[in-house]
Nanobody, 117 residues
Framework: QLVESGGGSVQAGGSLRLSCAAS????????LGWFRQAQGKEREGVAS???????SYADPVKGRFTISRDNAKNTLYLQMNSLKPEDTAMYYC??????????????WGQGTQVTVS
């Protein structure tokens, strides 16, 4: 089970940190990712980290977002800085997939809303 937290409303230029806690899953064995889905749009990859700590970012978030993982806490994070209105979306964490390919992921959280105004 994956449970996201940390979403909310923020003004443009602000920051948020999303967390995704896992139970029944050993994080460092899987590729983990953050994805988002804006209203009326397809879900898209934001960032991913694999068991070897190789990280990928989608172009729109490069230099602004940072993905990290705390294996001891079995928690995945997404630090989001310099937020823009176009970052507004429901953000999901996922595990057991490949890179930023959302259709490859087998396990999903319920999502947390991020709104940037």
């Amino acid at each position: 089970q994956l449970v996201e937290s940390g979403g909310g409303s923020v003004q443009a230029g602000g920051s948020l940190r999303l967390s995704c806690a896992a139970s029944g899953l050993i994080y460092n064995r899987y590729c983990l990712g953050w994805f988002r889905q804006a209203q009326g749009k397809e879900r898209e990859g934001v960032a991913s980290i694999d068991p070897y700590d190789r990280i990928s970012y989608a172009d729109p978030v490069k230099g602004r977002f940072t993905i990290s993982r705390d294996n001891a806490k079995n928690t995945l994070y997404l630090q989001m800085n310099s937020l823009k209105p176009e970052d507004t979306a429901m953000y999901y964490c996922a595990a057991d997939g490949t890179g930023l390919l959302h259709r490859s992921y087998k396990r999903w959280g319920q999502g947390t809303q991020v709104t940037v105004s």
